[in-house]
């Protein structure tokens, strides 16, 4: 795919995503705020943040606590972890899945944006085997795909919080900013 063509798909994505949030009865952002959003904010796309990486599946999967916003928990499986470089500083982040027998897998990260011009609680990617997976088996981790959990935009919501070793140094300017209310 050529960059113009994945910008476009990007593009169109958050288009249809924006319709949802505006529209759809199952928004999570109020009926009454409904008449009055214009849309998410986000960064402009950009494709040094889309990478291809090999999964790095740990031997011993450990089943974690996951705390969530509303001060529950729930399990989750450590998975494995994905490695790469952004500006020059090595990140790592730990992939989790619910059940083992799930072929997606969960990121929950912080960033340096995180409070500042993203959500603080920080945001997520959901990795489906089939649409971010290569033909070699490695996987398309595009941070322009970020989005911020739907607790961000209504107190109706509990949200998973992110794990102290999905925290990042460095910023990570793609995707879905800091919600406002419309």
Not at 150 to 156: I, Q
Request: glycine share 6%; proline share 7%.
């Amino acid at each position: 795919m050529t960059v113009d063509a994945w910008k476009a798909r990007i593009e169109a994505e958050r288009r249809e995503k924006d319709v949802f949030f505006g529209q759809d009865w199952q928004s999570p952002i109020s009926p009454e705020d409904r008449v009055r959003f214009k849309g998410l904010d986000y960064y402009p796309p950009n494709p040094d943040l889309r990478f291809e990486l090999e999964l790095h599946e740990h031997a011993d999967k450990q089943t974690v606590k996951m705390a969530f916003t509303k001060g529950e928990q729930s399990d989750f499986v450590q998975w494995g972890e994905f490695r790469f470089e952004i500006e020059g500083c090595e990140c790592t982040l730990q992939v989790y899945k619910r059940d083992p027998d799930e072929q997606g897998l969960f990121v929950p990260f912080r960033d340096a944006t995180s409070s500042v011009e993203t959500y603080g609680a920080g945001r997520y990617l959901d990795l489906d085997a089939v649409s971010n997976q290569t033909a070699d088996g490695r996987w398309i981790i595009d941070f322009n795909a970020a989005y911020n959990p739907w607790c961000a935009y209504s107190e109706d919501y509990t949200c998973p919080l992110v794990p102290p070793d999905n925290r990042l140094a460095v910023p990570v300017r793609a995707g879905e900013k800091s919600c406002s209310k419309p």
